[in-house]
């Protein structure tokens, strides 16, 4: 269903104009009120005069998340306090947690755009969403929240953790839709079977998972475990949170991300060049609406291409692909680069094996080492213990050929690994800094 | 004819086979043979109890990796040569085994031995035809 029929169909002219005002208006409002990006504008050369047309954006200097850190915690702010009616923070995993404001009209925008992203994920007014997304600083909870009640749905707020709950409401309430990371989908399905409750009999009809990398093979194993639709949601906080991108349900191919709010760029990581339409490379957003914290040039991390061919669904917004990964999370092992999500699929296409893994890099005589952490289930457990080293032996060569990179396979118990209920911790780098 | 065995998957980490024999006992299963493969980084723990349903039961509600298998338990005489007429027979029988392990009767007499075959029904015919007891579960379960 398309939420916003006017502007998600807008032609392509139209939506480059609207952009152009948009921006202007933007940076003009943080070269005003920001003194970070008076300052960054200065050492770049560029006032918001310089921007004659949207090409001229890519003369502007980046944002980066250090920036946020050090502007801590209000400093990049754009409103004064007294507009902002929230404020979230990111996890701060390192350092300090980066600090993102809302004013009311910010807060209109994000329930519009994930209206949007449930319209495009096939939900509509009458579904039940089951929102187990974490409520609290983190955006996922209240922005999908926000965003069900918008589209007028029934949304339960269930938050994270207390899986046995969750699966007793899922069953008794009568849930169509589940938004949540990956990960916790499945987890919550094989929680569900070790209740003696089968998932893919309840009414569950979709599910928009975001928040964490996740590949193709684990979307269609989520899709036969849950008997739904699995559809990918683009977020981060520092630009507005859940509700950037989306998949439609009719392609599931590609994110489209809403360019009426976003201008994405796709760039060069190195180099910090534009890159050439169409080409792979780090994704960075600049925010033509927000109030509270615009964000100009904000490097994502995230690694994708931006696909501009029409799609079936109508809608004229480009698209993402499907993240490969986050050059964030990319580890680089013995000079080769090493995405997490390159080693899941090769472990769900073995048969039996689950993806419930741990990456342990470290390093030894100045070499770096890879151990990957696999569950034995019981479809991979065996009485005979060559059954076992042929299992190993197979991972670590499919792993070889696939990525040049020799690593230790460790078998070990079942649930031994952390199952997230937020976001899965997949990497363990030991090595020295 | 067979005797059911359940193997057990085991990090090397220290604690693990004790809880494996706490849960065990609390449950009130008995151990009547025992065998634990290692390698560096696991070990397989196979057992034959005289509760099998329920030691496994109590096992996965532990949250072990657990399966039942079927193995053949031979009696043969505690003295030199005893189990080299075994495998003799079962060499000429062209059987193959893929592990073995073996325990003394209580009255010292005879020795049990556990075979885990590929073809447990072809070993069990070439072991009959020659004479050797093969014991049913009941009978491990009972020395």
Known sequence: ?433 | MKVEQISIFIENKSGRLAEVSQKLGQAGVNIRALSLADTSDFGILRLIVDKTDLAKKTLKENNFTVSKTEVVAVEVPDRPLGLHSILEILDGGGVNVEYMYAFVERCGENAVIIFRFDDPEGAIRVLVENGLTVLTGERVCRM
């Open chain 1, 1 to 433: 269903m398309i939420w916003n029929d006017e502007f998600e169909t807008l032609p392509r002219e139209a939506i480059e104009a609207l952009q152009l005002k948009r921006l202007k208006r933007t940076l003009e409002r943080v070269y005003a009120t920001v003194p970070f990006y008076r300052e960054n504008f200065r050492q770049a050369g560029v006032t918001p005069e310089a921007l004659k047309s949207l090409d001229d954006l890519r003369r502007f200097p980046f944002t980066l998340k250090q920036d946020m850190r050090d502007n801590y915690p209000y400093g990049l702010f754009a409103a004064p306090l007294d507009q902002i009616v929230r404020i979230h923070a990111s996890s701060g995993t390192t350092g300090k947690p980066t600090v993102v404001g809302y004013t009311r009209r910010d807060i209109e925008t994000w329930a519009e755009l994930m209206a949007r992203s449930f319209g495009a994920a096939g939900a509509h007014r009458g579904d039940v969403i089951h929102n187990a997304y974490g409520y609290g600083l983190f955006t996922g909870g209240l922005g999908a929240h926000y965003g069900a009640e918008k589209l007028g749905a029934s949304v339960i707020p269930m938050s994270g953790g207390n899986t046995k709950k969750q699966i007793m409401i899922m069953q008794d309430f009568g849930s169509t839709v589940l938004t949540c990371t990956p990960s916790y989908s499945l987890y919550l399905a094989e929680a569900a079977a070790e209740e003696g409750f089968d998932i893919r009999q309840c009414k569950l009809r979709v599910g928009i998972f975001g928040a964490e990398p996740w590949s193709e093979e684990i979307r269609r194993e989520i899709e036969e475990k849950l008997n739904i639709k699995a559809i990918d949601i683009y977020g981060l906080s520092e630009i507005l949170g859940p509700g950037v991108g989306i998949e439609c349900v009719e392609a599931q191919n590609g994110l489209h991300i809403w360019e009426d709010h976003f201008i994405p760029e796709i760039i060069d990581p190195d180099t910090g060049e534009v890159m050439p339409p169409g080409e792979l490379g780090e994704l960075v957003i600049t925010t033509i609406t927000k109030e509270g914290i615009p964000m100009i040039r904000y490097r994502t991390r995230d690694i994708t291409r931006l696909i501009s061919e029409p799609c079936v669904c109508g809608r004229t917004h480009v698209r993402l692909e499907r993240m490969s990964g986050r050059s964030d999370d990319m580890l680089i092992i013995r000079g080769v680069n090493v995405f997490p999500s390159q080693i899941e699929s090769v472990l769900v296409k073995i048969e039996g094996v689950e993806p419930h893994y741990q990456l342990i890099v470290g390093r030894e005589d100045n070499l770096d080492t890879l151990e990957v952490l696999v569950e034995v289930n019981e479809k991979t457990f065996s009485d005979e213990v060559k059954v076992m080293q042929e299992l190993s032996t197979r991972i670590r060569k499919e792993i070889k050929d696939l990525l040049g990179v020799t690593c230790k396979i460790r078998l070990v118990e079942p649930k031994s690994i952390a199952r997230s209920e937020g976001k899965a911790q997949r990497v363990i780098d030991q090595r020295p800094r």
